[in-house]
């Protein structure tokens, strides 16, 4: 792939070592995407995004506690960055703690009355939770504003009980993902 040609190009990037385990991670191949966030790390151990990412990996392998720990440490690491706050939240929510998901929600709607916070982060959240409706009608406000993060929606694990949920369907669609 072009991410793997890239790190044989600069080995001692982090960013392009990490980088290969994006696809690992959105093909559901959690051990090897946590593999290649880990040797971005090694090159430099306080990349907050590895650890968001490692953490997301294993919160799809329901290590609970594995994914809290670097998750939490991402957003030490990342001074409450809000895309990395928004996962602490869903994390929450996936591991059963869901009043810490939902204080985790009102600090970001508290966040959102001074400062842009995009909608597809209460979508993450409230899709953690189980409350379909709700994240599909934040993914909806997500697409009326054009964001990026939409184009992986459709193989996004956070998303996969949404699948079949006819508003999910239509995002899809409008952006572009399904005839």
Same mark, same amino acid.
């Given at each position: 792939?072009?991410?793997? +040609? &890239? !790190? ?6 982090? /960013? ?10 959105? &093909? ?14 090694? +090159? ?15 919160? @799809? ?14 957003? !030490? +690491? ?39 916070? $995009?909608?597809?982060? /209460?979508?993450?959240?409230? &899709?953690?939770?189980?409350?379909? @409706? !709700? &994240? ?10 054009? @964001?990026?993060?939409?184009? +992986?929606? $459709? ?12 508003? /999910? ?11």
């Amino acid at each position: 792939s072009e991410r793997q +040609l &890239a !790190q044989k190009f600069d080995p001692l990037s982090p /960013f392009t070592v990490a980088d290969v385990g994006y696809p690992y991670y959105y &093909a559901r191949k959690y051990d090897d995407a946590i593999a290649w966030y880990r040797k971005g790390l090694e +090159l430099d151990p306080k990349l907050s995004w590895c650890h968001l990412w490692i953490g997301q990996a294993y919160l @799809q392998k329901r290590m609970f506690k594995e994914a809290m720990d670097e998750i939490n440490q991402a957003v !030490q +690491l990342s001074a409450g960055d809000i895309r990395t706050k928004a996962t602490l939240g869903h994390a929450y929510a996936v591991a059963g703690q869901r009043d810490e998901a939902l204080k985790v929600l009102r600090e970001l709607q508290a966040l959102s009355k001074g400062r842009y916070v $995009s909608p597809y982060y /209460f979508g993450l959240i409230s &899709a953690g939770l189980g409350d379909n @409706q !709700q &994240a599909i009608a934040w993914l909806q406000k997500a697409q009326e504003e054009r @964001q990026p993060y939409l184009v +992986l929606m $459709s193989v996004e694990p956070v998303f996969d009980g949404l699948h079949a949920d006819p508003g /999910f369907i239509a995002i899809e669609h409008s952006v572009g993902l399904k005839p």
